[in-house]
């Protein structure tokens, strides 16, 4: 049953004593000494004393660190991650306990039982965007409806590559009883697919928030019918055969440890073996696959290695017969526009060999 699915989500903070205080009455500098020596900070009086020291931290690893190659960037990411996450607020009675706070839904559907706590801050300002994009749901060029992404659900923010799939569900001419959706996300694709007449798909994830968020979403609408969901890896307990299989894999190869979130970023070097193997199962003699990618690993030298070539050149399971490619739009203030200007989405189709 979904509705018996635990959902991830941040651990709350025992901590036996109050944790040292920060204000912007505090210096700076011995608050990000004591961080560096693994101590908690509490933000307890207004909610931007943590943007405001968030920023400092970012000077002070800037300085500390080089971040120009893709290597170099993981490690500046990692120590920020644990600086950052040392930065701690209190909610109490499911609010935050600052002043000037944002209010934050998932406090209280994510812990109905837990009325006095501490999460990082990090999870906080990720709990804030998420709670905002669940409430105003958004939009998705090619979709009737807003989505409304679950907390703790990757979701797309460039479209450039639902263009590429949309499209190329526009000129297929073969069979709609049923399709896969592997790593169903907040359920774009799934949702395109039935908008484009498939009748049912099956869909999976391992994440559990997107199983619980999607099926949320769905309620009881025809929708509910169309789609079925399956919390596990790949294809999940799916396994009757296809005549459409699409996956839109992570990116980028994982340097670091992975949490659920930067699963749906990073790939661990295994992932591509088995799906090819086991889509090799799942496919209808006259089927395809459908697979999202992107050279963006290429471009930032993260690795040389596509996993479609290597397949096609030593997979043996399957054939391309078309690949469609699309530049990416220009890039914005936060990404490196020498990057952005060459990258491009894929979608490789793909037959039995």
Not at 24 to 46: D, H, P
Not at 47 to 58: F, M, P, S, T, W
Not at 125 to 152: C, D, F, T, V
Not at 283 to 305: D, H, M
Request: aromatic share 12%; glycine share 6%; with cysteine.
């Amino acid at each position: 049953m979904i509705t018996d699915i635990e959902i991830n989500k941040p651990e709350p903070i025992a901590i036996s004593e109050s944790p040292r205080v920060f204000n912007q009455s505090i210096k700076v500098k011995s608050t990000i000494n004591a961080l560096e020596q693994g101590k908690l900070v509490w933000i307890n009086m207004f909610y931007n004393d943590g943007i405001d020291l968030l920023k400092e931290v970012q000077t002070y690893l800037e300085q500390k660190l080089p971040n120009k190659t893709f290597e170099e960037q993981q490690e500046y990411r990692s120590e920020f991650h644990r600086l950052s996450n040392l930065i701690v607020l209190e909610i109490v009675n499911h609010k935050l306990s600052t002043k000037k706070l944002p209010k934050i839904g998932w406090l209280k559907k994510l812990y109905p039982d837990n009325d006095r706590f501490y999460l990082t801050f990090p999870q906080i300002q990720g709990m804030n965007s998420a709670w905002q994009w669940y409430l105003k749901g958004i939009s998705i060029p090619g979709l009737r409806n807003k989505i409304h992404p679950y907390y703790g659900t990757y979701f797309p923010t460039r479209f450039e590559h639902l263009a590429l799939f949309d499209n190329w569900l526009k000129r297929y001419e073969g069979p709609k009883k049923s399709a896969m959706d592997v790593g169903v996300g907040c359920g774009v694709l799934s949702l395109q697919l039935v908008q484009h007449g498939f009748q049912k798909v099956f869909a999976t994830d391992i994440n559990p928030n997107a199983i619980v968020g999607l099926a949320e979403f769905m309620g009881t609408t025809k929708l509910s019918r169309k789609i079925e969901l399956d919390l596990g890896h790949l294809f999940g307990k799916w396994d009757k055969p296809t005549e459409l299989i699409v996956f839109n894999p992570p990116w980028l190869p994982a340097s670091h440890d992975l949490d659920d979130l930067d699963k749906a970023v990073y790939y661990n070097t295994n992932l591509f073996p088995e799906f090819f193997a086991a889509a090799k199962e799942r496919l209808l003699p006259e089927g395809r696959v459908l697979f999202i990618f992107s050279n963006q690993a290429q471009i930032i030298e993260a690795t040389t290695k596509h996993p479609v070539e290597i397949e096609l050149a030593e997979g043996g399971r399957f054939k391309l017969e078309r690949c469609f490619r699309k530049t990416v739009r220009g890039s914005s203030s936060k990404t490196k526009q020498e990057e952005r200007s060459s990258e491009q989405v894929e979608l490789w189709e793909l037959s039995h060999s």
